[in-house]
């Protein structure tokens, strides 16, 4: 038989033929039948003596095989004699395949792998056939950030190629980057003695490592509370994540927080001014403390010299009159809460010299287990007795032989004076059974307090004796600088 390959040299078929007989060619001639379809013939010629030469070509482009036949006719057409001869084109060696893969391979990025050359139309598969790769299809991703991975491209057969695999082709592993992303990040500025949490996130979902340095202290993994050390300088809080074999390391995030000092406690008002008071009145004042941070705290709240008589701290002066009469503050104060402090100030004769500057003393807080102060407010009075007029020391009733009541006297608080004054019980002294008491217009009564530019009457009923004269006294006790204050009574039948 004839044979080749696909693509390989075309089959070049040749036969002669003739009667047998010896007496020249065949009357009929020669032809050639059988497949294949694409069989190219030449030309039967005639050759010496009785031969006659037929041949042809077969091409190599599709795998195939059959039978040709030689045929000798007679001069009527009949079938005078057939010569056959088999022939067979067997599948071919396809083209070079060649695989083309791009290097380095992040790790768990893919590629698109591609081919050329190759023949006919069979399918191309990738395979891996060694390192830390996959394919899918045509993607060939990294499962690794280091070594390499090997694939091979093979073009399946068909019906005229064998199949063939490319040469290996070796990919580099690249390890790939990473972000830190911070999700809950530091704020610009803490006080001291505070504290914040900060949280951050790798794009490679990897931990990430949490220092400080400066005024802070504080660490942890993928998140850490931070807590402030100092009132100055700055905070630094640094976010890493070194890698491992799969991404190599982040760039360091690093945030600064700026120190500040805790806020200050207050206690509102931060001074007050009791006023100018005559001896023994009072005058009250509610102040508020203020714990601004964080922190719950033990307190104890005070004014130093309080009650102590004649006693007085560096820079104050007469402080024992300032009392705290009431307050709602707990033995420790939370953070963010407040509480009210009531002070009251009753001057006595200790404060009189001190006119016109007055007395001084502080409300303060401290902390009570380490006694250290908070806070405090300065809490200034004055104290200043009236000097009063009395239009009447004396008076004396007209002659009459029954009982009168008259006004004896006009007591007057001067619009100059800055304070009240206070009467105490008013009282016949001397004279009982002859003078009393009486109520009339605007009359001056026991326990009332006349303010400047105030005044008011007293009033005595006289009771005329059975003979002669009779004297009395009208005692005013009172809180004026000009006191005691009397009013002389005399009256006859």
């Given at each position: ?68 036949y030689v045929n000798a006719t007679d001069n009527v057409g009949n079938m005078a004699m057939q010569y056959s001869v088999n022939y067979s084109v067997a599948p071919g060696t396809q083209a070079t395949l060649t695989l083309s893969a791009g290097s380095p391979l992040t790790y768990n990025t893919s590629e698109t792998l591609t081919t050329s050359g190759g ?41 005229n190629y064998n199949a063939t695999t490319s040469a290996p082709v070796t990919v580099t592993l690249a390890m790939a980057s990473q972000a830190i992303t911070v999700t809950t990040p530091a704020p610009a500025s803490a006080a001291n003695g505070t504290s914040f949490t900060v949280a951050a996130t790798a794009s490679s979902s990897l931990a990430i490592a ?284």
């Open positions: 038989p004839y044979t080749s390959t696909v693509g390989g040299t075309a089959i070049m078929v040749s036969f002669t033929c003739n009667d047998g007989s010896g007496s020249g060619i065949p009357s009929g001639g020669c032809s050639i039948s059988g497949t294949p379809a694409n069989y190219v013939p030449n030309s039967c010629s005639p050759s010496s003596g009785e031969i006659v030469t037929c041949g042809g070509t077969i091409p190599t482009s599709m795998a195939e095989s059959g039978t040709l023949s006919g139309t069979g399918a191309v598969t990738f395979s891996v056939t060694s390192g830390s790769c996959s394919v899918s299809g045509t993607q060939l991703t990294a499962n690794s950030g280091t070594g390499s991975c090997t694939v091979t491209a093979t073009k399946a057969a068909d019906s949490i220092t400080t340095s400066g005024s802070c202290s504080g660490s942890g993994t993928s998140s850490a509370t931070i807590t402030m050390t100092s009132s100055t300088g700055t905070c630094s809080v640094m976010f890493n994540q070194g890698g491992n074999s799969n991404y190599s390391a982040a760039a360091q995030v690093t945030e600064s927080v700026s120190a500040t000092a805790p806020p200050a406690w207050t206690i509102t008002p931060t001074s007050y001014f009791f006023g100018t008071l005559s001896l023994w009145q009072s005058a009250s004042e509610v102040f508020t403390v203020t714990n601004p941070t964080t922190a719950s705290t033990p307190i104890t709240v005070s004014i130093p010299g309080s009650g102590d008589e004649g006693g007085t701290g560096p820079n104050e002066v007469d402080p024992d009159d300032y009392v705290i009469t009431s307050w709602n503050c707990p033995r420790s104060l939370g953070g963010g809460k407040s509480c009210t402090v009531t002070v009251t100030w009753t001057p006595d004769s200790d404060d009189l010299p001190l006119y016109p500057n007055g007395s001084l003393a502080y409300l303060q807080v401290a902390n009570s287990s380490t006694r250290a102060v908070l806070a405090y407010a300065t809490m200034t009075g004055k104290a200043l007795d009236p000097t009063v007029t009395l239009s009447e020391t004396s008076y004396t009733f007209s002659p009459t032989t029954k009982a009168i009541t008259e006004p004896v006297a006009t007591l007057s608080n001067p619009a100059s004076n800055l304070t009240d004054l206070i009467l105490g019980t008013l009282s016949i002294s001397s004279g009982n059974s002859n003078f009393a008491l009486a109520t009339g217009s605007n009359s001056c009564t026991s326990g009332e307090t006349l303010a400047p530019n105030a005044s008011c009457t007293i009033y005595v009923t006289f009771k005329p004796p059975k003979s002669g004269r009779v004297t009395g006294q009208v005692s005013i006790p009172s809180n004026a600088a000009n006191g005691p204050l009397t009013v002389s009574l005399s009256g006859s039948e």
